[in-house]
């Protein structure tokens, strides 16, 4: 079974930089898995920032931003606003048979 | 404006079945691939499955947990897609999200109980 990492919890200051990675059980994240990140606030649906690794769609901020990284994918935050704090998902496609959400990673903004 | 609106959730008991339905608008749904997502309470989103276009000869695909138990489909002439629950569990109890992995409506509980 793929399972999709991520850091489980993050703390960052405002107006910081935070980066969080989604890890493959299958080996190196690459373009291939199209990743995509989402952000969910307690009560709300998630809400789409990254697809296809690095692409933002128009209502993304521009300090959100995608990439690889160290064979992983990665969403970095820079200048970090309160409003930032929540969960963020990473998802990844497997060939286009499947696709597997990450566990999540609960941002903190303190 | 996107939306979409999930409907057909609610109280089922253990083996029993349940047919959710999504309709959309503000998108070329029949040009998109349609993803069922689940969200257990207090827990992480997980994929269900997923519907493709017409153009990709409606190619389905499901998580392992649902496979043979769970088929979506969809009716282009009314912008709608489906899932069909059969063999509920427990553990299939969760807010169920349609999503074309852009935008998302506010999900439909289903809650599989005794």
């Known amino acids: 079974q793929t399972v999709v990492t991520q850091e489980p919890s993050l703390t960052v200051s405002p107006g910081g930089t935070v980066t969080l990675t989604c890890a493959s059980s299958?080996?190196?994240?690459?373009?291939?898995?199209?990743p995509n990140w989402f952000q969910q606030k307690p009560g709300q649906a998630p809400r789409a920032l990254i697809y296809?690794?690095?692409n933002k769609h128009s209502w993304t901020p521009a300090r959100f931003s995608g990439s690889l990284l160290g064979g992983k994918a990665a969403l970095t935050l820079s200048g970090v606003q309160p409003e930032d704090e929540a969960e963020y998902y990473c998802?990844?496609?497997?060939?286009?048979?499947?696709?597997?959400f990450g566990g999540g990673t609960k941002l903190t903004v303190l | 404006e996107v939306q979409l609106v999930e409907s057909g959730g609610g109280l089922v008991q253990p083996g029993g079945s349940l047919k959710l339905s999504c309709a959309a608008s503000?998108?070329?749904?029949?040009?998109?691939?349609m993803h069922w997502v689940r969200q257990a309470s207090g827990k992480g989103l997980e994929w269900v499955g997923r519907?493709?276009?017409?153009?990709?000869?409606?190619?389905?695909a499901y998580a392992a947990s649902v496979k043979g138990r769970f088929t979506i489909s969809r009716d282009d002439s009314k912008n709608t897609a489906y899932l069909q629950m059969n063999s509920l569990k427990t553990e299939d109890t969760a807010v169920y999200y349609c999503?074309?992995?852009?935008?998302w409506g506010q999900g439909t509980l289903v809650t599989v109980s005794s």
């Open positions: 999503t074309p992995l852009v935008n």
């Open positions: 503000g998108f070329t749904f029949s040009g998109s691939a």
């Open positions: 519907i493709r276009s017409k153009a990709n000869s409606y190619a389905t």
């Open positions: 299958t080996g190196a994240v690459t373009s291939g898995y199209y």
């Open positions: 296809s690794t690095s």
């Open positions: 998802l990844l496609y497997y060939g286009g048979a499947y696709v597997v």
